[in-house]
């Protein structure tokens, strides 16, 4: 009987393997059931919310915006450019399809004034905030010490 030596990142490739087998994630991206899913980045600063997605290849017409219910949802789909048998294609690693992708916005945003720009592939989406909730400074004021009566 040989004796191997243990690797524990064998084991949890595998078990990772095994995982995705019966649940495929495909909106990760993961496997070959995987469609386009575009990254997005959602930032929070005193003005509103900014949210930019990645969508190389979409023009604006393609994409949708909503908001229902204080939900903020992107929707579009990126198809698959037409094959050249010409070409020889080797691989085809982009993904393609239809995505939809929802955030939650907070309380106070102003949705009747969300304004969005698609430039160089990544759709800017921004959302103002109220002014009752946007953050403010408290000025703290110094009591006067009493003095003592002489």
Not at 29 to 43: K, M, S
Request: proline share 7%; net charge negative; with cysteine.
């Amino acid at each position: 009987m040989a004796i191997t030596k243990w690797d524990p990142l064998t084991d949890l490739a595998t078990m990772r393997e095994q995982f995705d087998a019966l649940w495929p994630w495909p909106f990760l991206g993961r496997g070959r059931e995987g469609g386009f899913v575009p990254a997005v980045d959602v930032y929070d600063n005193a003005d509103g919310v900014v949210l930019k997605a990645e969508l190389a290849g979409l023009r604006p017409e393609d994409i949708t915006i909503e908001v229902n219910d204080d939900v903020l949802t992107i929707k579009g789909e990126r198809k698959q450019e037409e094959k050249s048998e010409k070409a020889g294609v080797q691989r085809i690693e982009r993904r393609y399809g239809a995505f939809e992708r929802s955030i939650a916005l907070p309380a106070g945003a102003k949705a009747d004034q969300i304004e969005a720009t698609c430039e160089d592939g990544v759709l800017t989406v921004r959302v103002p905030k109220s002014e009752a909730k946007k953050p403010h400074r408290v000025e703290i004021k110094a009591t006067p010490k009493p003095t003592k009566a002489a």
